[in-house]
C-alpha cells in the first residue's frame, strides 16, 4: 500500500513540475512578442514577475516531496517517538502539532523569499520584517487555540466512534462554513477597518445590494497598502446580511464607476449562489478526502513505522489531501471559471460594460497579471477565465489597447464588437 501511495504521489509531483515547467517556457515565450493590455515595458515586467513564482513554485514542489518521502518512510516514526504517542487526545493533538512545525519551518525560507525578495523586488510588498513576525505570531496563537481546539474534537472523533470519519466530515466541513462567515472578524486582528466615508460611492454600494435583496451590513475600507499594493474587494457573510470591505489600494486606482462594476461583479456571485456552489464543491471533495483516508488500512501505518492513532491518521490525511484536490482541481475550475463568465455579465449590467472592461485592465495592470498562460495552467489552476478571455466575452477587442495612469487607451478607439454600455 505504501508504494502505491508513493507511485501516486510521485505521479502528482510530476505532473506539476511538467505544467510550470510548460508555463515559464510559454511566458519566456510570450513576453517577448508584441504586449497586450500593458505598456511594453510593464508586460515584460508581468511575464518576469510570473516566471520568477514559478521558477519558486518547482523548487518548493520539489521539496515538498522530499519531504513526503520523509515522511512516510521515516518521519511518523520519528515524531511518534519524540512525542511518545499513546492514544490519547492530548498526545494526538502534540503530535499533529509537531506535524505543523515541521512542516511550517521546511517552507517558511520559500515564504520569505517570495514576500522580502521576489515581491519587493516587483514592488507589492510593503510589510516591514517586524509587522511580519508580529502578524506571525497572531496567526501562531489563533492556529494553536482554533487548530488545537479542531484537533483535538478530531482526535475525541476517531477515538468514540468507528465510522469516524462520517463525524470527522460533518465537524470539518462546519468549521470551514463558520471560517467563512467569521473570516473578516479574524482579518480585523492584522488590520485596520474604517467605515467608507459619506458620499456617491457609499450610496450607489447600498442602492446597487437593495437591488439585489441584500441587506448592508457595513461599508468598510481596509489598509490593505500597508503589506501589499495589490488591489481586491470581498462581501463577508453567507446570509442575506452582507459586510462589503474594500482595499483602500482599490479605492485609489479605480474610479467610483469602475469600482461599482467591480462590486456588480461579486453581487452577481451572490445572486446566482455561487456561494453555496463553491461550499457544496469543497464538501464534496472534504467527503471523499475522509471517507478515502478513513479506510487507510493498518497495514500502511505498520509499514511507516506507526500505530493508526488518531493524531497519525489525522496527520496522514493531511499530507495526502494536496493530491486529492489536485485530481478534482480541473473539475472545480471549470466550474469556478464559468460561474466567472455568469458573473461579469451581471456585472456588466449592473455596473456598465465599459466601466468593467476598464476595471479589469487595471487590475491585470496594477496586480502585474501576466495575461496569457500555457492551456495548461489554465485547464488545471485558473479558477478565474484568462482575461482577454473575459474581455472577449464582454464583446471588447483587447488587441493593440494599453492601460495608462489615466485609464484606458488605444491605438484608435475603444471599440466593442458588440452594445457599448
Known amino acids: 500500500m505504501l508504494e502505491t501511495i508513493i507511485i501516486l504521489y510521485s505521479i502528482y509531483t510530476f505532473m506539476k513540475i511538467y505544467i510550470s515547467i510548460m508555463q515559464i517556457g510559454y511566458i ?28 519558486l513554485g518547482l523548487v518548493s514542489t520539489f521539496v515538498d516531496y522530499l519531504v513526503f518521502i520523509w515522511w512516510v518512510f ?11 504517542t499513546d492514544g490519547t487526545i492530548l498526545s494526538a493533538v502534540l503530535f499533529l502539532f509537531g506535524f505543523i512545525t515541521v512542516n511550517f519551518i521546511v517552507g517558511l525560507p520559500f515564504e520569505l523569499y517570495q514576500k522580502f525578495s521576489i515581491d519587493e523586488a516587483f514592488g507589492f510588498n510593503k510589510m516591514t520584517l517586524k509587522m511580519y513576525l508580529l502578524d506571525t505570531m497572531k496567526s501562531m496563537l489563533l492556529f494553536v487555540i482554533i487548530g488545537g481546539a479542531i484537533f483535538a474534537l478530531l482526535a475525541w472523533i476517531i477515538a468514540s466512534y468507528e465510522t469516524w470519519w462520517v463525524w470527522g466530515f460533518v465537524a470539518m466541513f462546519t468549521f470551514a462554513v463558520m471560517a467563512n462567515v467569521l473570516a473578516p472578524t479574524f482579518m480585523a486582528l ?12 457609499k ?26 499594493s495589490r488591489l481586491n474587494a470581498f462581501f463577508g ?36 449562489g455561487d456561494i ?21 488500512p493498518e497495514a500502511l501505518f505498520v509499514q511507516m513505522g ?29 466550474v469556478s471559471r464559468h460561474n466567472e463568465y455568469a458573473a461579469d455579465e451581471f456585472g456588466s449590467k449592473m455596473g456598465g460594460k465599459k466601466n468593467l472592461v476598464s476595471a479589469l485592465m487595471k487590475l491585470v495592470t496594477e496586480n502585474k497579471s501576466f495575461p496569457k498562460s500555457h492551456p495548461l495552467v489554465i485547464f488545471f489552476y485558473y479558477t478565474h477565465p484568462p ?35
Open 28 to 55: 519566456n515565450e510570450e513576453k517577448r512578442k508584441a504586449p497586450v493590455l500593458m505598456s511594453a515595458e510593464k508586460y515584460l515586467v508581468a511575464g518576469n514577475y510570473a516566471v520568477t513564482n514559478d521558477k
Open 74 to 84: 521515516s518521519g511518523f516514526a520519528w515524531l511518534s517517538t519524540m512525542i511518545q
Open 190 to 201: 492584522f488590520n485596520k477597518f474604517s467605515p467608507l466615508e459619506e458620499g456617491e460611492l
Open 203 to 228: 450610496t450607489q454600494i447600498s442602492s446597487m445590494m437593495e437591488e439585489v435583496g441584500l441587506k448592508n451590513d457595513g461599508i468598510f475600507v481596509m489598509d490593505a497598502s500597508k503589506r501589499d
Open 237 to 272: 457573510g453567507l446570509g442575506k446580511s452582507k459586510r462589503v470591505v474594500l482595499f483602500d489600494t482599490l479605492i485609489e486606482k479605480l474610479n467610483t464607476k469602475e469600482l461599482l462594476a467591480v462590486l456588480g461583479h461579486e453581487l452577481g456571485h451572490f445572486t446566482h
Open 276 to 296: 453555496w456552489k463553491n461550499i457544496g464543491l469543497m464538501g464534496l471533495l472534504l467527503f471523499i478526502a475522509f471517507y478515502l483516508f478513513g479506510h487507510l
Open 306 to 334: 506507526v500505530m493508526p492513532e488518531a493524531g497519525v491518521q489525522i496527520a496522514m490525511l493531511m499530507l495526502l489531501l494536496p493530491l486529492l484536490s489536485f485530481v478534482f482541481t480541473p473539475f472545480m475550475s471549470a
Open 387 to 421: 482575461v482577454l478571455e473575459r474581455l472577449k466575452e464582454l464583446g471588447f477587442d483587447a488587441s493593440n489597447t494599453i492601460v495608462g495612469e489615466e485609464g484606458l487607451k488605444k491605438e484608435g478607439i475603444f471599440e466593442f464588437v458588440g452594445d457599448e454600455k
